[in-house]
């Protein structure tokens, strides 16, 4: 781990209709760690990664990465959005919906070539779903279209991943294949940003941990900060879990 | 055929094709009310540039409605945003009220000119050959057809130009977002072209069937297929098979073109919509049937391997044991004998080798829920189709 920052969140405030969800958030997520965000349904996690994507527009406060707008650096960002975000019934196959990752790099008009193609092909592999290409994304299951998903982002080919609940309604086998393409991102010094909801692996699993609801609660190395303490002010209940060193 | 009717099929299918292109990108966005809205609420842009312009064919018509078709979109985005009604009651809201304040505006000031309530429902394609553009006094065919088609051509080209940004959009805003495609322009760049389309073909064919054309054909190539190129290009074609039927159903019939072309949609649907081979009622309830037997057959052949003693395979006993009725177990003993899962050896019933290895890999995967084991079983049984 280096002691650049990748992401720099400052002042942040996020509005639905003139109702904030997310109140004056500072953030530093240093370049290559593995981060997870932790907070109760309805916290803000989502919000707080489309407003740094530049999905939603916030209120107030601005985000850089890498030290420029978000605007400018697009190309080093790869982004997995929420499973239920998008329509499984859309006509297509899992190798193009792997394909979307390459159209950041293509910009504009220009339409994805061999090149694209075999990109696609090797992130498939990668996330073990290459038998799967030419299926349509409905008859995939929940887990293998959660791989499909990690697949689009890997062949991005980004610095640094957003990635919303990518363990969502998956199995122990595919979590533990997802996890370990997480641990080889950030081996490769890329920085991963993981909503998660399964406090139990977060120590197991994440090197820093993001505490957040509505308000951010607390951010820094997991050995240091994920505590009894914190999970309290985030949760509101005193939650217990084990945390394994 | 004369040439007035060659030219009302022509001018019918170039309509089906520029409407079946923004349709299959609204079908899949869920907006096809939106296309409802927008035929209406343009009627007072019209109005207004025929006010302004005293003249029927000003171009400044089309641009009048069109944008009336944006502010349509834009008003029922903005009363939906209040949070306090859905989408369909906001289009239920907006476009009433555009239709009436047109309708009011015609009936006070309009009354002598050719521009009628009825016309902007059904429109007239019969009477579309008859209006004709002469450039320098020479005539180079029906004015619709020269609307229609140029209208086609930019939207061919946008199609083309942003066939990718439109399916990411359509299926990932939030990634068209954060990798720079803008999802609102491209949202709006489609509302536009729904809105010059609809203007450009109701003149000829009239509001109901122009939202005909854009929703069926693509609602019906949706059912068929699992690819969006090929869901475009379905629907372009029905759209026209439609079209070309539905002329030649009113010529015989002397029936309305515009009401027979509709009809001929609906029909097409409902065809569609029965014997689709996947996503269709029929096959939809045949595949329920036949999943239910394989689960009887599971059953069954589950029985035969968990119970070696013959009095529990015998004929009689099994009917009797797993309770099924006469003509159910038949059909599940039958199936099973077809697939030379079981032999039946004087009465007794036992497992072949074939129908061992089934069961223990049907039971796998059931119990595991890994797919890739059972790929060569999906194209025999429906069970482990999803
Ligand atoms: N499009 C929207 N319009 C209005 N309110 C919204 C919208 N999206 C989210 N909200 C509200 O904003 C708050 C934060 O939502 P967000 O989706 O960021 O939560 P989250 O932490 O990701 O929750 P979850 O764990 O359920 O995914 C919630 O109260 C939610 O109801
Ligand atoms: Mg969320």
Redesign the pocket.
């Known amino acids: 781990m280096s002691s650049k920052i990748a992401v720099q969140v400052d002042d942040l405030t996020v509005a ?2 003139y ?1 904030p ?1 997310l109140w004056d958030i500072d953030l530093e997520i240093p370049e290559g760690v593995l981060m997870a965000i932790v ?10 990664i489309k407003s740094i994507l530049g999905i939603l527009k916030p209120i107030a406060g601005s985000v850089s990465i890498y030290g420029k707008s978000y605007d400018k650096q697009r190309s080093l960002v790869a982004y997995v959005p ?1 499973k239920g975000s998008v329509d499984w019934d859309f006509p297509t196959t899992a190798l193009d919906v792997v394909m979307m990752g390459t159209y950041g790099s293509l910009g504009w008009i220009k339409r994805p070539g061999q090149k694209e193609k075999k990109a696609a092909l090797e992130a498939l592999e990668q996330v073990g779903m290459l038998p799967f290409k030419n299926r349509q994304i409905s008859q995939l299951s929940g887990g293998q279209q959660q791989r499909i998903f990690l697949a689009r982002a890997l062949v991005q080919d980004a610095s640094i991943y957003f990635m ?2 990518p363990f969502q309604g998956v199995d122990a086998t595919t979590e533990i294949a997802i996890i370990n393409i997480l641990k080889a991102l950030r081996k490769a010094n890329k920085t991963v940003i993981v ?1 998660h ?1 399964d406090l139990q692996t977060v120590p197991e699993y994440f090197d820093w941990v993001t505490f ?1 609801n509505v308000k951010k609660i607390a951010t820094g190395p997991v050995k240091d900060i994920f505590n009894d303490d914190n999970l309290t002010k985030t949760y509101g209940i005193n939650y217990k879990v084990s945390i394994q060193k | 055929m004369s040439s007035a009717q060659l030219e009302i099929q022509l001018i019918a299918s170039l309509v089906a094709i520029a409407c079946a292109i923004p349709g299959t990108f609204l079908v899949l966005r869920k907006m096809a009310m939106i296309s409802d809205a927008i035929s209406h609420s343009i009627l007072p842009g019209i109005v207004v540039g025929f006010f302004i312009t005293q003249d029927l064919n000003s171009p400044l018509l089309i641009v009048l409605a069109a944008l009336t078709g944006v502010i349509t979109v834009v008003l029922v985005e903005q009363i939906q945003k209040t ?1 306090l009604v859905k989408e369909d009651t906001a289009i239920g809201l907006v476009f009433p009220a555009l239709f009436s304040i047109g309708v009011i505006m015609i009936a006070k000031n309009a009354n002598d000119v050719h521009l009628d309530v009825d016309a902007v429902l059904l429109g007239e394609l019969a009477f579309a050959p008859f209006d004709r553009l002469l450039i320098s006094g020479v005539d180079v065919g029906p004015k619709s057809l020269w609307i229609i088609g140029i209208i086609l051509l930019i939207t061919i080209g946008l199609l083309f130009a942003f066939f990718k940004e439109l399916k990411l959009s359509t299926f990932d805003a939030g990634l068209a977002a954060s990798l720079g495609f803008s999802p609102v322009a491209i949202h709006y760049g489609l509302m536009t072209v729904s809105s010059v389309t609809t203007v450009g073909a109701f003149d000829a064919v009239g509001a109901i069937l122009v939202v005909a054309l854009m929703i069926a054909p693509a609602a019906s190539a949706y059912l068929l297929t699992t690819d969006l190129k090929k869901m475009l290009f379905l629907s372009m074609f029905f759209g026209v098979f439609s079209a070309i039927s539905g002329y030649w159903v009113a010529h015989w019939l002397d029936a309305s073109i515009a009401g027979s072309i509709t009809t001929m949609l609906g029909l097409l649907f409902l065809v569609v919509y029965l014997f689709a081979p996947s996503k269709g009622l029929i096959a939809v309830m045949y595949r329920e049937k036949q999943q239910k037997i394989e689960v009887s057959l599971l059953t069954f052949l589950l029985h035969l391997k968990n119970h070696t003693e013959e009095n529990e395979r015998h004929v009689n006993h099994l009917r009797e044991h797993i309770n099924w009725q006469k003509i159910r177990a038949k059909t599940v003993v039958d199936l099973a004998l077809k697939n030379n899962m079981v032999t039946i050896d004087n009465h007794i019933v036992s497992l072949t080798k074939k129908g061992d290895e089934f069961t223990s890999q049907a039971i796998d995967y059931i119990i595991t829920n890994e797919d890739a084991q059972i790929e060569d079983m999906k194209d025999d049984f429906f069970l482990f189709r999803g």
């Open positions: 639905y209709n109702k969800v907070g109760p349904n309805g916290a803000g996690k989502s919000t707080l929420q919303d609940e909503v909801h957040l | 949070g």
